[in-house]
Every structure is written in structure tokens, then in C-alpha cells.
């Protein structure tokens, strides 16, 4: 079980690695690019209008590009954290469906027997409750 999860864990930063990667690459060429097309259209706007409208448009051209970049960004960050979310829901879900878990939890319980094992259920349950309370978002109101 725990041998999954570690493979599951290098094969998705292996992957997250290259991207990574590719990613930064790509995005210096990028930058590269967008700077001569800047300089090209700075050099065009000064010879035909003047030096403050050729600074306007330069300016004009970065914070287009500024604002193409951060939405980009917020769009990339919202889908990881939608992925993140379903895959330690389903992890959690494959750990908690695995007969060895649940036999070893059925081995628990004779070991130690259901009356003495209540009061230790109890006591996680609430543990829980407040770990949940405590990650819960501040804009909802808690449960009473």
C-alpha cells in the first residue's frame, strides 16, 4: 500500500520535474520574443510619433502581456488545486478500501477488545472533529 503511494509520489514529481522544466524554457523564449517585438514597436512608435508615445506603447504592451501572464497563472493554480483535492480523496479512499487495513483494524479491535476500544474511538472522533473544524474556511460560519 505504502509502496503505491511512494511510486505514486516520484512518478508525479518525475513528471511535475519536466514540466517544470519545459515550462521554463519555453517561457524565456517567450520573454525573449515579446522583447524584441517590444523594441521593434518602440522603435517604430519613436521614429513615427515621438518619444512619449513610444514609452506609452511599450508600457501598454507589458501590462498586457502582465495581465495575460496572471490569469494564466490564477486559471493553472485553480485546476491544480481542484486535482490536488480529488487525488488525496481518492488516496484516501484506496487506503481506507484495502482489506489488509481493514483486517489489521479487525485484529485491533480483538486484541483489545470493543469495550476498551470505545472510549479510545471517542476521543479520535473528537480529535478529528476539531482537526476539521480547525481547516474549515473562515468565510462559513461554524456548526453548532
Not at 72 to 84: F, G, H, I, P
Amino acid at each position: 500500500m505504502f509502496a503505491r503511494m511512494i511510486d505514486d509520489f516520484k512518478e508525479s514529481t518525475r513528471s511535475a520535474l519536466r514540466l517544470t522544466s519545459l515550462a521554463v524554457a519555453t517561457g524565456v523564449a517567450v520573454f525573449i520574443t515579446i522583447s524584441f517585438l517590444c523594441a521593434a514597436a518602440f522603435i517604430y512608435v519613436l521614429q513615427s510619433y515621438g518619444p512619449i508615445q513610444a514609452c506609452l506603447t511599450g508600457a501598454g504592451i507589458f501590462l498586457l502581456v502582465a495581465l495575460i501572464a496572471a490569469s494564466l497563472y490564477l486559471a493553472r493554480k485553480n485546476t491544480v488545486r481542484a486535482r490536488t483535492e480529488e487525488t488525496a480523496k481518492s488516496a484516501v479512499h484506496t487506503a481506507l478500501a484495502d482489506p489488509m487495513l481493514v483486517a489489521a483494524g479487525i485484529q485491533v479491535i480483538r486484541a483489545i477488545g470493543i469495550k476498551k476500544l470505545i472510549p479510545i474511538l471517542a476521543v479520535g472522533g473528537l480529535a478529528l472533529g476539531l482537526l476539521a473544524s480547525r481547516n474549515a474556511p473562515a468565510d462559513e460560519a461554524p456548526a453548532e
